[in-house]
């Protein structure tokens, strides 16, 4: 493992107690910051926590700014200002051809996946700002670029993470604080207990590598965006689908 030079920085990983969450706290903290674990599940980020040196955990649930200012404040106490924030909190929603989608559950993905991202960078951009530093890093999707059938939720969900990523990205290019965004391919996680095997058949049979990303391969993507070296990329997607991405 290369290591990221993140020494004495303070990160924050939303959704952080398993799966892509959970690797890319670790990487961070391998590479020596001090990360906060944000996520719904109390009980999973503490768990989670146990096993990331230095880690703190925090309940945080992205569509409740009350706890997503709560979290950033005890984050503030127990570690410092943050320098990373990493908006990974997500759904997969379920699966249903557009005219059959439950309404309910298209505006809880759209709630979750981006008006969360939305959520955290409101609260967390203001402190970045009086240290004219930051990095933030938003998990999108390769679903947001070319969208996947019978997932019209996730898809528009992510798509609009991209959207949001370039427009902070641009709002503060004139400060020390950089925006940007990954779209990873599909990733072996819990996220698949939401999916179809119909779905997950779909999303690998797209991907030319032929096998799912390993979630510690997008936190080495993570990590370089999350560091100082990342300074002339802002409002970026990064790219990590194993070949799928045509643009």
Do not use: H
């Amino acid at each position: 493992m290369n290591r990221i030079d993140l020494d004495g920085r303070v990160a924050i990983v939303t959704g952080a107690a398993r799966g892509i969450g959970r690797a890319i706290a670790a990487r961070l903290a391998a590479s020596g910051a001090r990360v906060a674990l944000w996520d719904v599940d109390g009980a999973a980020a503490k768990a989670a926590a146990a096993e990331v040196a230095g880690a703190i955990d925090l309940v945080a649930d992205v569509t409740d700014p009350a706890t997503i200012d709560a979290a950033l404040a005890a984050t503030e106490a127990r570690l410092g200002t943050p320098d990373i924030l990493v908006n990974n909190a997500g759904i997969a929603g379920p699966n249903f051809p557009l005219d059959q989608y439950p309404a309910e559950e298209w505006r809880r993905v759209i709630e979750i996946d981006l008006i969360g991202v939305f959520n955290c960078c409101r609260t967390v951009v203001p402190a970045m700002r009086r240290r004219d530093y930051g990095r933030i890093v938003n998990i999108a999707s390769i679903a947001g670029k070319d969208g996947n059938p019978n997932a019209s939720a996730y898809s528009a969900a992510k798509a609009g993470v991209i959207g949001l990523t370039k427009s902070l990205g641009k709002e503060l290019t004139e400060t020390g604080i950089r925006v940007n965004c990954v779209t990873p391919a599909a990733a072996k996680t819990d996220i698949f207990a939401q999916m179809t095997e119909a779905q997950i058949a779909y999303m690998l049979s797209k991907i030319p590598m032929g096998r799912f990303v390993l979630v510690e391969e997008i936190a080495a993507l993570v990590a370089w965006l999350a560091s100082a070296e990342c300074s002339f990329s802002t409002g970026g997607v990064f790219d990590i689908s194993g070949g799928r991405a045509t643009y």
